[in-house]
Each structure stands twice: as structure tokens, then as C-alpha cells.
């Protein structure tokens, strides 16, 4: 099987996000993700965290990515075909990328 990087997007940091939060909205949103992994749980290599303070170093900007997690599957499709119905798509302005990793040539 071939691993894949998922990034998770959000117009909000993480932090922000969790410190707005309210206990009862942060536990729905833990039962959508456990929901997510009970159904993917074969696919699943990293469930991920999410991510702090993150900067893209050619502009110098804060970074629109807040979580990742490292999924394994046949091919990108299978991959991008786990990810319909991820809880991240509840998030306002939450956009998700799937990244195949490549072999590094000569290792």
C-alpha cells in the first residue's frame, strides 16, 4: 500500500479554534473524528495532531495548515475516497490536500 500525507486547512489556527470552543462543541467534534477513524481504522497509519503556530517561509505568512494525518491506500483515489464525510469539512473555510510520498531516488 502506498502512503499519503493529508493537510487540513482552515482559515483560523488550530488554537484559535479549540480556545473558542465549548467543552460540549470540542467533545462533538472528537465524536466526529473517532467516528471517522472507527470507519477508516485498516487505512490509518498517523491519525495526526493539530498543528501550532506554522509559517511558510518563502512569503513569511502564516500558514493556512492546522492538523495533518498519514493515511495508507491503493492509490490516490482510495485515498481521497477516505476523506468524504471527514469532520475537518464541518469547519468554516476547512479545505483538506492529499499528498502521495514518493520514494527518494538513490535510498
Known amino acids: 500500500m502506498k502512503k499519503f500525507l493529508v493537510l487540513y486547512h482552515a482559515p483560523a489556527s488550530a488554537m484559535e479554534?479549540?480556545?473558542k470552543a465549548t467543552s460540549a462543541q470540542a467533545k462533538a467534534g472528537m465524536d466526529l473524528w473517532m467516528k471517522w477513524k472507527d470507519k477508516n481504522s485498516k487505512g490509518i497509519v498517523d491519525l495526526g495532531m493539530p498543528l501550532g503556530n506554522g509559517r511558510r517561509l518563502q512569503s513569511g505568512q502564516p500558514s493556512t495548515v492546522v492538523g495533518y494525518s498519514i493515511v495508507q491506500a491503493d492509490s490516490?483515489?482510495?485515498?481521497?475516497?477516505?476523506?468524504?464525510?471527514?469532520?475537518?469539512?464541518?469547519?468554516?473555510?476547512?479545505?483538506?490536500?492529499?499528498?502521495?510520498?514518493?520514494p527518494v531516488p538513490g535510498m
Open 17 to 19: 479554534q479549540m480556545a
Open 76 to 102: 490516490i483515489d482510495a485515498a481521497t475516497k477516505m476523506m468524504k464525510d471527514h469532520p475537518h469539512f464541518h469547519t468554516p473555510g476547512g479545505s483538506v490536500e492529499v499528498f502521495e510520498f514518493l
